[in-house]
């Protein structure tokens, strides 16, 4: 997990933090309700979610992010905002290796479980149990059931005149596996001035897979909502 988004940490927000709040406030609007022990934030990223979780609730809230490039960008996000600062503790380990106990009433994992496989989404999925209380709300982003080789543009913007573009490559790489290359190009005047790019690797479950799995972890699914999100019970 060391280098892994060593290169997307400098482009997420830039790229992707508009579709990514859009969600987020959406869904928080629908489920957040008011937590009163605490809140974990799993896979927290770049802290898009982290900060507003910090901003609509008065409890603690935990960050778990393993990557050293993504939490970076969360604290930066964080900085010189006291108020944030108070409410916010960050994890810097995998939420496997969480070992936290009845911490929290609500947990938030999106676009997280998708890059782990059936073992660690098991391991994952007890931790945030027993991190979360009985009657806990976990609102949480299935992994992919399908995925076909397709190639998609992020949206691009405009920094200084120069344009800062992505572009994400999906490659099936067996029954369970599939690949995503995010490459980023930023070009001037219509010629490139650098481009890097990052390799994920995923893994795929159904839905029954993954119900099943929240089950016996101790969760009861009681909701949906789009996109993949299941909203579950801590039993
Ligand atoms: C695609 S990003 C999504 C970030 C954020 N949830 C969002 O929606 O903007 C996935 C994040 O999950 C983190 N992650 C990967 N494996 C993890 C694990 N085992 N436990 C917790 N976080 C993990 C990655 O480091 C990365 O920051």
Known sequence: MG?????TAEFYDLLQAAEQLGVTERLLDRWLGRPEVGVLDVGAGTGLA?????ARCAVLVHAVEPAAGMRAVLLSRLAGQPDLLARVRVHARG???????DVADFGWCLNTMA????????GALA?????????????????????????RDLPSWR??????TGEVTT????????RWRFDYRVSRDG??????????????????EFDAELAAAGFTAVAADTPGIVIARRR
């Open 95 to 101: 939420v496997q290796e969480l070992g936290l106990r």
């Open 159 to 164: 920094l200084g005149g120069d344009l800062y």
């Open 171 to 178: 490659v099936r790489t067996g029954p369970r596996g599939v």
């Open 50 to 54: 982290t900060a507003r979780l910090a």
């Open 127 to 151: 931790a945030l149990a027993e991190a979360l209380v009985p009657g806990g709300r976990l609102v949480v982003q299935r992994p992919p059931a399908e995925a076909a080789d397709s190639r």
């Open 3 to 7: 280098q892994a988004y060593a290169v």
């Open 191 to 208: 010629a490139l001035v650098r481009e890097a790019s990052e390799v994920f690797d995923g893994h795929l479950a159904s839905e029954p």
């Open 115 to 122: 890059g782990l496989d059936a073992a660690d989404r098991a």
